[in-house]
Every structure is written in structure tokens, then in C-alpha cells.
């Protein structure tokens, strides 16, 4: 394994809470965003917060995330923006012997940093295939390539994972000691899974396409 | 069934981009909502956006949302602030004949307005009761009630799901006439589904505590 830059937080991606949950290596940032399949964009547009659900992909320490043109969003990156990217993945759900103790289980990864609008043809090209990988690998050897006009049409944006925080609740329920001696209620995990299912073919699909293997190994 | 107020959007909830994805009734914002197990609660610190993930529940048109007293979003929003409340279900990945068409089938929510920290103690009691419905349902008769302290250390905030809108991408996928002539490439959707395990009963339970009903019918 090659080494990893442990994480280096500012103020703003320093947990002040539950800091044991707090993980400070790349590896775990990494682990996260590449198991997740959308990350949620945060960003000030007229003076108020903006959540938009967004398809994103990651080449070493880059996060890209694109979107139309015409999008707001993307609009508003162009000269650079301030955003946070959140990515979350939900593991279970926590029963505890008290209401207060019940928890979730889950991994998540916060970014902060300036967006950079990718205007550089190559940079750009290669964002779409690392976006292409994350969301369908595969595909980009597949599939009929980017044209010129579908180029011009898409906005990419990249972030730089230099300032990330990864917070994860993992393993059993943890009850305070009187509900541990004394109470009844149960108390455990129910595990929360994503799993895909079987792949349907297109409507317009002749009948003898079979489903490749890139995409039968993923359900 | 009631009648449903359409969602009222405002120019920040009306969808500049693929209006043909934007459902306007508000039962599809309630499915939306009570179907997802976390959103993503975007706010403004320091002038920066901030996007967190955390458990809600709804009742009716409001969204509560709960953290510690001594969370950074809780405290900013002890006076009121405004927030970005994003809840997003992923239902497939879209494959198509071309790299374009790729996409994802969803549905999202995105709530804006002023989040209004709860004071009132039978409200707070209430919303805590709808919070763990919506985390865990049959807990808050099972388990263990909220004790003063506990109450205390928790903040809640509501916010009302006047300004909304719900964002729907489902069916085949599309590809353009000359990729569905003359593309070879698969196409088709790959589901996606989030499911629930089998429960693990916390190691501190004695070996006698059954796993009840409430948890059994989920998974």
C-alpha cells in the first residue's frame, strides 16, 4: 500500500462533536466516496443555502462533479465557487434500550474548498470518463463516446480534497449502564444495504443485445 | 383521501433545468420524505455552506430536525436561520447507447425556508415522538422514554414545507434516434434498492430478548 497524507482539517472540517467518530486517514475518505454513488452540493446562491442531489467521481485527490451548462449551479461555479460536498452512506439503523441512545450507522465524508470551473478540453474530457466510471463502470469502453456538441454542453467542476472530514458510526448499540442492568427493551442493529437489482433492457433494444458483463457483475 | 395542496414554489424552489422532472403535488413530496431514512441539511456558516447529514421525520408540512445543544448547526439556528433540506432516493442507474445519456433514476426533495428552533416542551416532546417514527418505528413505545436530562441536552428545529419541490427521473432509458438505429451498445436500467438485514441483537442483551415484531417487519 502506498501511504496516505492523513487529512488535514481547517477549523470548519474539525469536528467539534462526537469527535471519537471523527476518522483522520485518506484511506477512509477515499473508501467512502468511492462506494457512494451521489454526493449532495452545497452552495450559497443568492445569500441562501442550496442542497442539490449530484453524480460526482474521484482521480486521486480531484472530486469532479458536472451538470448542464444551463444549470444554475454550474452557472454560478464558473468563476469559482465556495462549496461543501457531502457523501454519505447509511449502514444500519441503531435500536437502543432508550429512545435517546438510538443511533445510525453510517459513513460520511464532508469536503470544503473553492470549486475550479475544468475549461482545459483534455482535463475535461478525462472528468467525464472518471464520472463515467463511478457511475456506470464500464461504459465509457462501451458506449458511444462524447461528441463535440454533448461536449460543449456539459459544465464540469473540480474540488481538491484538501480539506475533507470523515465521521463514521459503526458496530453495536451502546446503552447507558442502568438500561444495560435494568431496562428490557432490545436492543441491536438492523443493517441497511444498496444493492441493485436485475438490469432491464431498453424498450428499443433489438431482442438479441445481451446484458454485458460489466453491468451483470454489478447486480 | 384529502385533498393536497399543490407545492408552492418560489423562484428558488421552480426547477430552471428539465421541468419535465418536476412533480408538483404534494403527495409526491410526502413520499418522497417518508420514504428516505436521512437528509442533508445545508446552512450557511461563517459564509460558508455547510452540508450535513441527519436523521428528520415529518408531520403534516413540518420537517423536524434534531442534534445535539452543542452542535455548530444547532446553535446557529437557535435564532432561526435559513436552511436547504435535500432528501434524495436513488432508483436506478440509467444506461444508454451513448456516454450522454447515461443518468440516474431518482427522486428528490429540496425544502427551503427559516428553521425554527422548538421551545415549546409538548411540541419538543413531539417532535422527538415523530423523529424516532420515522428513524425507528415501534421504538417509542418499546424503548425506554426520554428523561429530563436527555431532553434537555437535545435540540430540535422545524421547518415548514411551504417552499418545495420534488425532482423525478424513473422508466427506460433515452437515447437519440441515431444511437437507436445504429448504436450497438446495451442499454437499460439497473435498479437500485435500499434494504434492510438481519437484526443483530446487542451483545450486552441476555440471550432471552427476541427480536420484536416492530423490527421483524422490516427487514
Same mark, same amino acid.
Given at each position: 500500500m502506498t501511504s496516505? #497524507?492523513?487529512l488535514s482539517p481547517t477549523p470548519r472540517s474539525t469536528l467539534t462533536r462526537k469527535k471519537n467518530r471523527a476518522a483522520t486517514d485518506r484511506a477512509a475518505l477515499y473508501e467512502v466516496l468511492d462506494e457512494a454513488l451521489i454526493c449532495h452540493l452545497g452552495l450559497v446562491l443568492d445569500g441562501s443555502p442550496v442542497v442539490l442531489p449530484t453524480g460526482y467521481g474521484r482521480d486521486g485527490d480531484t472530486l469532479y462533479v458536472h451538470g448542464s451548462t444551463g444549470a444554475q449551479s454550474m452557472r454560478a461555479g #464558473?468563476?469559482?465557487? /465556495?462549496v461543501c460536498v457531502t457523501v454519505t452512506l447509511v449502514d444500519g439503523i %441503531? *435500536? #437502543?434500550?432508550s429512545i435517546n441512545n438510538h443511533s445510525m450507522n453510517y459513513r460520511s465524508a464532508v469536503v470544503h474548498g473553492q470549486a475550479r470551473p475544468v475549461t482545459d478540453a483534455d482535463e475535461?474530457?478525462?472528468a467525464l470518463h472518471v464520472l463515467t466510471d463511478h457511475l456506470a463502470?464500464?461504459?465509457w469502453e462501451h458506449a458511444r463516446e462524447v461528441n463535440a456538441k454533448e461536449f460543449a454542453? %456539459?459544465?464540469v467542476l473540480a474540488l481538491d480534497l484538501a480539506e475533507a472530514s470523515v465521521k463514521i458510526r459503526a458496530g453495536d448499540a451502546v446503552d447507558?449502564?442502568? /438500561?444495560?442492568e435494568n431496562g428490557t427493551a432490545w436492543a441491536g442493529v438492523l443493517p441497511v444495504r444498496t444493492v441493485y437489482g436485475e438490469p432491464v433492457s431498453a424498450? *428499443?433494444?433489438?431482442g438479441d443485445v445481451p446484458v454485458p458483463e460489466h453491468v451483470l457483475k454489478r447486480s
Open positions: 496516505l #497524507a492523513p #464558473a468563476n469559482g465557487i /465556495d %441503531v *435500536y #437502543a434500550r475535461k474530457m478525462h463502470p464500464g461504459s454542453s %456539459v459544465s447507558d449502564p442502568e /438500561d444495560v424498450g *428499443y433494444l433489438p
